[in-house]
């Protein structure tokens, strides 16, 4: 059974920072094989990508509203993919998800939700103004 578990959301005022971890766990899950991602989801609004790593950490994608503020990582070895969020707006303000997407012989990194195969439950951030 592969697991995600997304920590680090919190309450954070406008121009603050917070770090989100995700770890994966599970027997069969060889994190080396997916591409690793971040997605929110705001009240009454759709799923969005936020940014995505491969699997040897070569390349990454962000959404442009988040661009030159969040960071995204991952540490292999302990099966660990983390998005440092700086500069936070009003409108980050959502529950983010960690996914990972099955890519073993593709290097390219995906923003769409439905090419992810596991999903975490999701951690909230807010930022206040």
């Known amino acids: 059974q592969v697991q995600l578990v997304e920590t680090g959301g919190g309450l954070v005022q406008a121009g603050g920072s917070l770090t989100l971890s995700c770890k994966a766990s599970g027997g069969t899950f060889n994190i080396y094989r997916y591409t690793m991602g971040w997605f929110r989801q705001a009240p009454g609004k759709e799923r969005e990508f936020v940014a995505a790593i491969s699997k040897t950490s070569r390349s990454s994608d962000y959404i442009e509203s988040v661009k030159d503020r969040f960071t995204i990582s991952r540490d292999n070895a302990k099966n660990l993919v983390v998005l440092q969020m700086n500069r936070l707006k009003v409108e980050d303000t959502a529950v983010y998800f960690c996914?990972?997407?099955?890519?073993?012989?593709?290097?390219?990194?995906?923003?769409?939700?439905?090419?992810?195969?596991?999903w975490g439950q999701g951690t909230q951030v807010t930022v206040s103004s």
């Open positions: 996914a990972a997407d099955y890519t073993p012989d593709n290097p390219a990194v995906g923003r769409a939700a439905n090419e992810y195969d596991y």
